[in-house]
């Protein structure tokens, strides 16, 4: 099977740690699916500094092929990432670098691939339509979703994700029965600790989350998507699907950043450029070591 995620990327910031981890939906699909043993590439943009470099490093150290990945001059999108408590805060983000226009070349190269993932952080949700024609197509709207909006691309959708935490599971079931409603194929609410409901012409089924002891839950909704994909790429049945896919979601969520490949940065030179007080303390700084 062979996945592409196209679309974001992004460089997280620990400050922390002061550490940078690499990510983004669409890259981060694309690994997991790696994980997984699909053929997988990442289509996107890079920049050339230091956290462009890493991540294009840990790309090709995750066996993603980057053929379809550009690199050009300047910063990687970030986003930083404080301690508060034992919470962690996205304080901003700067995309730019990472947000691109599909041109023709890359569209035509998305039909070598079985399914395209792309997401919310990206540009592409307008492409959809003419991304279904050339492969399947998994778009995930994230937690700040606008139904109304996505309902008139679920029907070239083969997989429609939302990230649901915040909603009852009554509410959860609800929207997949809307997504189906509206075409798309499969339909995926995950609900953090409460793990995660998958629809499709078959019915909706619930897969309960594997207790772990979490670390950093970043990046775990993308673990999950990946293993759907595969799951369902390769012939799998729901259940064996749901069930290979929350433990790849268990496993994301012991280790810090997305999948790792984290290198130092200088967070009080980050601090400053943004006059962020430093809020953690040693003892804080301990928990998540």
């Known amino acids: ?12 910031r620990y400050l922390h740690q002061s ?34 470099r890493q991540i294009l ?41 990472a947000l691109f226009e599909l ?4 569209l035509e190269a998305m039909a070598a691939y079985d399914v395209v993932h792309s ?9 959809v339509p003419d991304i279904a024609q050339r492969a399947r197509v998994s778009f995930d709207f994230g937690s700040r979703f606008d139904v109304a909006e996505a309902e008139p691309y679920l029907a070239h959708l083969h997989l429609a994700s939302f990230s649901g935490g915040h909603l009852a599971e009554s ?37 309960d989350a594997d207790r772990v002891s979490a670390k950093d839950t970043l990046g775990a909704g993308d673990a999950f998507i990946a293993g759907v994909l595969v799951g369902i790429g390769t012939g799998r049945d729901i259940r064996s699907t749901l069930i ?15 999948f790792e490949h984290g290198i130092a940065f200088d967070a009080d030179a980050v601090r400053r450029e943004h006059g962020v007080d430093d809020e953690t303390n040693d003892e804080q700084k301990t928990v998540t070591a």
């Open 57 to 97: 490093r840990a790309l090709r150290a995750e066996h993603v092929d980057t053929s379809l990945t550009r690199v050009v001059h300047g910063p990687n999108a970030t986003a930083d990432v404080e301690l508060r408590g034992n919470d962690r805060v996205f304080l901003r983000s700067d995309r730019t670098t």
């Open 119 to 127: 997401g919310y952080a990206g540009t592409l949700l307008a492409r």
């Open 171 to 207: 509410d959860a079931r609800e929207l997949v029965r809307r997504v189906l409603d509206a075409g798309a194929e499969y339909a995926l609410v995950t609900l953090g600790s409460r793990g995660a409901l998958l629809g499709s012409a078959t019915g909706i089924r619930h897969q």
């Open 1 to 12: 099977m062979r996945v592409l995620g196209a679309g974001d990327n992004v460089a997280d």
């Open 103 to 106: 041109d023709d070349l890359q």
């Open 244 to 258: 290979a896919a929350s433990a790849q979601a268990a496993q994301v969520c012991q280790v810090n950043g997305a």
């Open 19 to 52: 550490m940078l981890y690499p990510g983004g939906n669409a890259l981060n699909v694309a690994v997991f699916a790696a994980r997984l043993g699909a053929r997988a590439g990442y289509l996107g943009v890079l920049g050339d500094d230091a956290a462009g």
